[in-house]
Nanobody, 121 residues
Framework: VQLVESGGGLVQAGESLRLACAVS????????IGWYRQAPGNERETIAC????????YYADSVKDRFGISFDAAKNTAYLQLNILKPEDTAVYYC???????????????WGQGTQVTVSS
């Protein structure tokens, strides 16, 4: 399984970005995609998760009012819409999935390379 993120960049506070996570390879029929971020000196944080089948979603409290996760089955791609960005959202954003789906966010059997999001004040 391969995951490739895209869409990061440098934006000003209050602006938006849309990140994409393209999934390829041998995936199970049902699987989840999780979005995570890690800023320098901080632990990795789970941001949002979605399943490819029932579109069940999870959001961290820190982003649930500003970020939106979606999945396009035709493109096998998960998206993370980042709205009203703040400087504290600056981090490397990763997507991940697992070999099996248990109804929860992936623990991360497979990871993408990450995409940098930088928000200036």
């Amino acid at each position: 399984v391969q995951l490739v993120e895209s869409g990061g960049g440098l934006v000003q506070a209050g602006e938006s970005l849309r990140l994409a996570c393209a999934v390829s390879g041998r995936t199970p029929d049902n699987y989840a995609i999780g979005w995570y971020r890690q800023a320098p000196g901080n632990e990795r944080e789970t941001i949002a998760c979605i399943s490819n089948s029932d579109s069940g979603t999870y959001y961290a409290d820190s982003v649930k009012d500003r970020f939106g996760i979606s999945f396009d089955a035709a493109k096998n791609t998960a998206y993370l819409q980042l709205n009203i960005l703040k400087p504290e959202d600056t981090a490397v954003y990763y997507c991940a999935t697992d070999t099996e789906y248990d109804g929860t966010c992936p623990v991360g059997d497979y990871w993408g390379q990450g995409t940098q999001v930088t928000v200036s004040s």
